[in-house]
């Protein structure tokens, strides 16, 4: 059959695999569409409701209306309207008298980008990780220290925020992974791994852009301290639970009381700060850090921890990551 006449009905003819479904709140009336953008009419079959640079203009669109018809762009688009989406909304935080829609935007397009890069990575099936990124969106928005939250996320670089934002959903993976499912527990996983690193503020730009094994021991100390240093700007913030300024306090510390800065033994380390630390350090093995800008899957990324670190992190936490790891091989191999 030959492919539908573009210029009569629009339609156009993709490869499913080739679209990504975009959440339609990411959308407003009026603004400048970066890429463009179709509904999925039916296998393989998409309508063009907007091109690049034109002005969306979907409200009274039948279609677009009907919730069960789902807003795509190409999938090579994706980053590219997600990183838009954030850079526009993110300026609009810090103003008076945010919309409430501006905020949601916000936040689904920061955990949009880090699901996204989950999903590419193969860690687990994307069911999951789909699972707890809307767990972020809909506990995040009950969060009493929402705003200072988006307004702290948002004065982030985008590496930043996306690092505080896989962090995040890779710590609820793994607590779902030890049954710690109870909504108070998750709140703070939420709130401690998105503001973990916010310490990082601190440590001068010149030893960040500096490889790590030129510090100096003076240097080597400063950056050491961004966890005790975060915890102490966030104490300021009233409504920031105890348990969640421990999470920042002590992402670095381990089970082997190698960490920093107090090198804590393990039964000492709060136990929500284990299921962070952990997350953080598989985060940046993925995604690369300022320390590595390597890019491990998440098999060598296990074995890294293993050989390399010496596994050093609380077992019960290490062995839930490694589970979720295995379970997807499983679920691959059947
Ligand atoms: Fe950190
Ligand atoms: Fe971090």
């Given at each position: ?33 970066p ?10 079959s ?10 969306a ?14 807003v ?11 990183a ?12 008076d008298?945010?919309p ?70 890779v ?8 049954n ?6 998750q ?18 730009k ?10 100096s ?12 240093k ?55 093995l ?49």
């Open positions: 059959m030959s492919k539908p006449a573009k210029s009569s009905t629009g339609l156009e003819s993709f490869s499913d695999a080739d679209m990504s479904e975009v959440s339609k709140d990411f959308f407003f009336e009026g603004m400048v569409l890429v463009p953008v179709y509904l999925k009419m039916g296998p393989g998409y309508l063009t409701i907007g091109k690049k640079g034109d002005r203009a979907f409200a009274n669109l039948h279609a677009y209306n009907n919730p069960s018809v789902g795509f762009v190409q999938l090579v688009d994706q980053p590219m309207l997600v838009y989406i954030t850079q526009l909304t993110g300026k609009i935080i810090n103003q008298a945010v409430e829609n501006t905020k949601i935007k916000f936040l689904n397009s920061l955990t949009t980008d880090a699901l996204d890069s989950l999903a590419r990575s193969n860690f687990t099936s994307i069911e999951k990780v789909k699972k707890v990124s809307q767990m972020v969106q809909q506990l995040g928005q009950k969060l009493s220290v929402f705003d200072d939250l988006l307004s702290i996320l948002s004065n982030l670089n985008q590496t930043d925020s996306k690092h505080s934002m896989t962090t995040c959903l710590s609820l993976l793994i607590a779902e992974e030890m710690m499912t109870q909504s108070a527990i709140e703070k996983l939420i709130l401690g791994a998105l503001l973990h690193d916010v310490g990082m503020k601190y440590v001068p010149d030893i960040l852009e500096k490889p790590r094994h030129l510090w021991p003076e240097e080597l100390q400063i950056y050491e301290q961004h966890p005790l975060g915890a102490d700007m966030l104490r300021e913030i009233k409504d920031i639970p105890q348990d969640v300024l421990l999470i920042i306090a002590e992402h670095h510390e381990n089970a082997q009381a190698t960490g920093f800065p107090k090198r804590l033994r393990d039964v000492k380390v709060s136990p929500l700060a284990r299921i962070v630390g952990v997350a953080n350090n598989f985060a940046n993925l995604f690369g850090s300022l320390a590595q800008s390597k890019s491990y899957t998440p098999d060598e990324a296990i074995l890294y921890i293993e050989e390399v670190q010496g596994q050093p992190f609380n077992r019960q936490v290490f062995l839930a990551l490694k589970n979720i790891i295995n379970k997807k091989h499983l679920a691959d191999r059947a």
